[in-house]
C-alpha cells in the first residue's frame, strides 16, 4: 500500500490540532523532534488509512529563525509530504495569505483550508468568494469549521482528489521586473533540483538566504552573474532583495483580498 504524507501546517491558533483530532480521531501519537523543544503529532487518516497526517509547529513565515519555523521547513523540504493541507483562520485571512504564498512557493501540491467558516458567518459583514480566490490562486479551496466538523467530508474528498493528481503546482506570479530576476537564476539551477523545487531556490538564491546558498554549487562566473542580477533588480526597486520579495507577496496579497473578499460593510456605506 502506497503511503500518503499531509501535512497540517498554518499561523499558530489556525486551528490544526483541533482538525487533526478531527481527522484522525484517536489514532494519533506523539514524536518528539531531536534537539527541539517544539513537537510534531501523526495519526492516520479516520476515512483512509493509506494517508498520514502530521500535526506541525505553528509559524508566519517560512524563514528559518524561530525554532517552530526550523522544524516546519526542515519538514517540508527535506521529507516532502505529498500534500500541504494549510490551515487558515478564515477571520484573519490577510495575514494568514503571508505564510500560503511561501508554502506555494515550496512546489508542494496544496489545498488551501479556510477554517473557523463559524466564526465567520456570525460576523455577517465579510464575504469570502471561494470560486474566485481558488481561481486566483490555483489551488483547491475548501471552507470547513474544524471545532464544529463543518464541511469535513466535502475535505477528506478535496485531499484524495488532490492526492491522485499527477505534480498539480502553481507559484503566485509577482511583479514582471522580480519575475524576470527569478528566472534567470532558475536557469542557472536548472538540473540541481527537480523542476518543481526550482521556483523555492531561485528566491531563495534571490533572497540571499544563507542556509539554502551554502548548499548550492555554482562555477565563479554564474556567481558574479546571479550577483549581478540581484544588484541591478535591488536597484530597479531601491530595496533589498529580501525585502523586494517580502512586499512582491503582500501586494499579490492585497490584489486577492480585492477581488475575492466583500466587507458587506463597505457596501453598505456605499450605498446611502
Ligand atoms: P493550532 O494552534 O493551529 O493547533 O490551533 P488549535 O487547534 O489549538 O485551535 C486554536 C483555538 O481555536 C482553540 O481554542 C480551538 O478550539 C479554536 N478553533 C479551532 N478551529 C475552530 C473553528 O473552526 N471554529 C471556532 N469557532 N474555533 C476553532
Ligand atoms: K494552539
Ligand atoms: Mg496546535
Given at each position: 500500500m502506497e503511503?500518503?504524507?499531509?501535512?497540517?501546517?498554518?499561523?499558530?491558533?489556525?486551528?490544526?490540532?483541533?482538525?487533526?483530532?478531527?481527522?484522525?480521531?484517536?489514532?494519533?501519537?506523539?514524536?518528539?523532534?531531536?534537539?527541539?523543544?517544539?513537537?510534531?503529532?501523526?495519526?492516520?487518516?479516520?476515512?483512509?488509512?493509506?494517508?498520514?497526517?502530521?500535526?506541525?509547529?505553528?509559524?508566519?513565515?517560512?524563514?528559518?529563525?524561530?525554532?517552530?519555523?526550523?522544524?516546519?521547513?526542515?519538514?517540508?523540504?527535506?521529507?516532502?509530504p505529498s500534500e500541504i493541507l494549510d490551515v487558515v483562520d478564515s477571520t484573519n485571512l490577510e495575514r494568514n495569505l503571508y505564510l500560503t504564498l511561501q508554502l506555494m512557493e515550496t512546489g508542494i501540491p496544496l489545498l488551501l483550508i479556510l477554517n473557523m467558516m463559524d466564526i465567520l458567518k456570525k460576523q455577517h459583514h465579510r464575504r469570502i468568494n471561494l470560486k474566485k480566490l481558488s481561481y486566483i490562486l490555483d489551488v483547491p479551496v475548501v471552507s470547513i469549521s474544524a471545532l464544529k466538523k463543518q464541511n469535513l467530508d466535502q475535505l477528506t474528498e478535496k485531499i484524495r482528489e488532490r492526492d491522485a493528481e499527477d505534480h498539480q503546482y502553481a507559484y503566485p506570479e509577482y511583479d514582471p521586473r522580480l519575475e524576470s530576476a527569478l528566472s534567470m537564476i532558475q536557469d542557472q539551477l536548472t538540473g540541481q533540483f527537480p523542476d518543481n523545487e526550482l521556483r523555492w531556490y531561485a528566491i531563495k538564491v534571490f533572497?540571499?538566504?544563507?542556509?539554502?546558498?551554502?548548499?548550492?554549487?555554482?562555477?565563479?562566473?554564474?556567481?558574479?552573474?546571479?550577483?549581478?542580477?540581484?544588484?541591478?533588480?535591488?536597484?530597479?526597486?531601491?530595496?533589498?532583495?529580501?525585502?523586494?520579495?517580502?512586499?512582491?507577496?503582500?501586494?499579490?496579497?492585497?490584489?486577492?483580498?480585492?477581488?475575492?473578499?466583500?466587507?458587506?460593510?463597505?457596501?453598505?456605506?456605499?450605498?446611502?
Open positions: 503511503m500518503s504524507s499531509l501535512a497540517l501546517v498554518g499561523n499558530p491558533n489556525s486551528g490544526k490540532t483541533t482538525l487533526f483530532n478531527a481527522l484522525t480521531g484517536s489514532n494519533q501519537h506523539i514524536g518528539n523532534w531531536p534537539g527541539v523543544t517544539v513537537e510534531r503529532k501523526s495519526g492516520q487518516l479516520k476515512s483512509d488509512k493509506s494517508m498520514i497526517v502530521q500535526d506541525l509547529p505553528g509559524i508566519y513565515s517560512l524563514s528559518p529563525y524561530s525554532s517552530e519555523e526550523l522544524v516546519t521547513r526542515k519538514y517540508l523540504l527535506d521529507d516532502l533572497e540571499r538566504d544563507e542556509a539554502v546558498s551554502r548548499t548550492m554549487s555554482f562555477t565563479e562566473q554564474q556567481q558574479r552573474e546571479i550577483e549581478a542580477t540581484i544588484k541591478a533588480t535591488e536597484k530597479i526597486f531601491d530595496d533589498n532583495s529580501d525585502s523586494i520579495v517580502v512586499n512582491a507577496r503582500y501586494d499579490f496579497i492585497a490584489k486577492i483580498i480585492e477581488m475575492c473578499v466583500v466587507d458587506t460593510d463597505d457596501f453598505k456605506m456605499s450605498m446611502s
